[in-house]
Nanobody
């Protein structure tokens, strides 16, 4: 059983900052990529940022230079530091992890429950 638990969402004014955290726990052998998506009701889920186990990062153009993704491999956690927030960043943010539960298993994607981020203008 694998769980991803998120924390850190909330309400913030435009220009402010929030930090999201996500911790993976359970039967984990290894984690490859971790990342964050976001979704506005009625829209498709949008990739925000990813980070590999080696620390290579990738960002959506809309958040480049404002958001920073980081992870702690020893603790199986990933964080998203969001600065200079805009009203259009309002969404439910979901963390994910592509991980293996056993040395012989294929990697599967696991998701967090989602956390609401609301940016007021």
């Amino acid at each position: 059983q694998v769980q991803l638990v998120e924390s850190g969402g909330g309400l913030v004014q435009a220009g402010g900052s929030l930090r999201l955290s996500c911790a993976a726990s359970g039967s984990i052998f290894s984690i490859n990529v971790m990342g964050w998506y976001r979704q506005v009701p009625g829209n498709q889920r949008e990739l925000v940022a990813t980070i590999t186990s080696l620390g290579n990062t990738n960002y959506a153009d809309s958040v480049e230079d404002r958001f920073t993704i980081s992870r702690d491999n020893a603790k199986n956690t990933v964080a998203l530091q969001m600065n200079s927030l805009k009203p259009e960043d309002t969404a439910v943010y979901y963390c994910y992890a592509d991980l293996r539960t056993h040395w012989s298993s294929n990697a599967n994607r696991y998701w967090g429950q989602g956390t609401q981020v609301t940016v007021s203008s």
